[in-house]
């Protein structure tokens, strides 16, 4: 299986930097060569990583979707759009989203679920806080979202699942390998027994992921790559993360 980076730019980036860095990660075909790329910078960046990645293996994608096709929803952007500027992924239920913008499960569904039927590959995340983390509930909450978040259309070839631990986002904190192994496995069993064979499911990890730390990351037993924040926008460390895939 091809190992996923992915990198998530939030809401960071310029059109000078989003030039480089993207033009940078496509001269260098090592690293193309190791691993699965994908940028998603903000939405207005992408026909700037477009160009810059144009004829190269890097894809690109957006952060976020509508789950509408089109209509009176001022300030979002459609899966469909997406698709059109050349997108091949977009990131669904991250924990910003839901915490910033209240989105549920079932919101979560919709927007995966408009990212297949325009085709692209939704990146869903799941992921506890530290208090469900402290409460026992990581559990708990996985197969809650799981459940709640993902489309009946999805399976293992059209669909990537993100483990993101609220708690690590950020904060320079990360799961140990044996919870991101226990909560990895938990979501290929329970994809598993919702749609058969969950063999070719790519599982990312996200939380605080960087070059010094990549390594043992993406050795741990059922993590086939990583979603990652602030180190996506450093070409150098970036690049570390993608050379430390197995």
């Given at each position: 299986?091809?190992?996923?980076?992915?990198g998530?730019?939030?809401?960071?980036?310029?059109?000078?930097?989003?030039?480089?860095?993207?033009?940078?990660?496509?001269?260098?075909?090592?690293?193309?060569a190791?691993?699965?790329?994908?940028?998603c910078?903000?939405a207005?960046?992408?026909?700037?990583?477009?160009?810059?990645?144009?004829?190269?293996?890097?894809?690109?994608?957006?952060?976020?979707?509508?789950?509408a096709?089109?209509?009176?929803?001022?300030?979002?952007?459609?899966?469909?759009?997406?698709?059109?500027?050349?997108?091949?992924?977009v990131?669904?239920?991250?924990?910003?989203?839901?915490?910033?913008?209240?989105?549920?499960?079932?919101i979560?569904?919709?927007?995966?679920?408009?990212a297949?039927?325009a085709?692209?590959?939704?990146?869903?995340?799941?992921?506890?806080?530290?208090?469900?983390?402290?409460?026992?509930?990581?559990?708990a909450?996985?197969?809650?979202?799981?459940?709640?978040?993902l489309?009946?259309?999805s399976?293992?070839?059209?669909t990537?699942?993100?483990y993101?631990?609220?708690?690590?986002?950020?904060?320079g904190k990360?799961?140990?390998?044996?919870?991101?192994?226990?909560?990895?496995?938990?979501?290929?069993?329970?994809?598993?027994?919702?749609?058969?064979?969950a063999?070719?499911?790519?599982?990312?990890?996200?939380?605080?992921?960087?070059g010094?730390?990549?390594?043992?990351?993406?050795?741990?037993?059922?993590?086939?790559?990583?979603?990652?924040?602030g180190?996506?926008?450093?070409l150098?460390?970036?690049?570390?993360?993608i050379?430390?895939?197995?």
């Amino acid at each position: 299986m091809r190992y996923l980076i992915a990198g998530n730019w939030k809401m960071n980036g310029s059109l000078a930097s989003a030039r480089t860095l993207a033009q940078g990660l496509a001269d260098r075909r090592e690293l193309t060569a190791k691993a699965d790329i994908a940028l998603c910078p903000p939405a207005p960046l992408l026909p700037a990583i477009a160009a810059a990645v144009a004829g190269s293996a890097v894809a690109f994608g957006g952060q976020d979707c509508h789950a509408a096709e089109k209509g009176a929803h001022t300030g979002d952007i459609s899966a469909w759009l997406l698709k059109d500027l050349g997108c091949s992924f977009v990131i669904v239920g991250h924990s910003e989203r839901r915490a910033d913008h209240f989105e549920t499960d079932a919101i979560v569904k919709a927007k995966a679920s408009a990212a297949l039927k325009a085709g692209l590959t939704p990146i869903v995340c799941v992921g506890e806080t530290e208090a469900e983390r402290e409460g026992g509930k990581t559990s708990a909450v996985i197969s809650r979202q799981m459940a709640g978040s993902l489309p009946e259309a999805s399976t293992a070839a059209n669909t990537v699942i993100a483990y993101e631990p609220v708690w690590a986002i950020g904060t320079g904190k990360t799961a140990t390998t044996d919870d991101i192994a226990a909560v990895h496995a938990q979501v290929r069993d329970l994809f598993a027994a919702a749609r058969g064979n969950a063999g070719a499911l790519r599982i990312l990890y996200g939380g605080s992921v960087k070059g010094a730390n990549a390594a043992s990351i993406l050795a741990t037993a059922g993590v086939n790559g990583a979603l990652v924040g602030g180190a996506s926008l450093d070409l150098e460390d970036f690049a570390r993360i993608i050379l430390a895939c197995p």
